[in-house]
């Protein structure tokens, strides 16, 4: 069996998921399976994905026949995967060809922890544009979810015990858009922590069509996420009042959020 199982969703990623796959089968690790399940695309992402599954036998594709959203499309991903670590990876990014290499030495020596992320840079059409200032790596406590999530999504490598023990991601309304939030809540709760790598070893499209999901709906979704996951890890209750922090910076306008940002 593999070492490591990548999954990725896809949706409607023509023009960007063939320099995701190629960031993933460049790693310098490549004891893993590459499970990509396309989300019901309207777009050839699926013809581009199978091409590629035809030449590398570790791609198994699934197909969504409708669009369900990223928690049941990474639920179905986790149901075939067969790695003792489970990698995630999105259609629009990219990352450091060691990636993979320095999550698993990580993991394969702390066993006290579940999970490892690492910071991200962010590019845009017209390149990278943040950079994470330099910081010594840690193990997030429960005080570090008040303010908001100390995990990014997209570099993560979980144990698929982790995954198990909680069941995956939530499929239901709530959820949509801030699974991965949720996701870390339940973690914690089962005492299961998580450590944050600060080297940057993963690149996220956050463009003018990344920003088009930032919906008001999508921050009512984090705010009740929030009051669910403070109540779990058992957050003191004046802290609880972050609970409104998404609600609030939904309602500023794009234009002065983005100079805020």
Known sequence: MPKISVLMGVYNNAATVEKSIDAILAQSYGDFEFIICDDGSSDNTLDIV???????????VLVNEENRGLSYTLNRCLS????EYCARMDGDDVCDETRFEKQVLFL????EYGFISTTMKRFDENGVYQIPEPKPSYAPTNRHFVKGSPFC????????????????????AMTRGVEDYDLWFRLYAKGIMGYVLTEPLYSMYDGRSAA??????RRLN?????????????IPLPLRIYTLKPILIGLIPQWLYKIIR
Request: a positive charge.
């Open 222 to 234: 984090e705010a009740k996420v929030r009051w669910e996951g403070y109540r779990l890890l058992r």
């Open 80 to 83: 075939v995967a067969q790695g």
């Open 153 to 172: 999504h997209a570099p993560v490598m979980v144990r698929r015990a982790a995954y198990e023990a909680v069941g995956g991601y939530r499929d239901i």
């Open 212 to 217: 088009k999901r930032r919906t008001f709906k």
């Open 50 to 60: 199978k091409m590629r599954s035809e030449k590398d036998s570790r791609i198994l």
């Open 108 to 111: 394969d020596a702390h066993p």
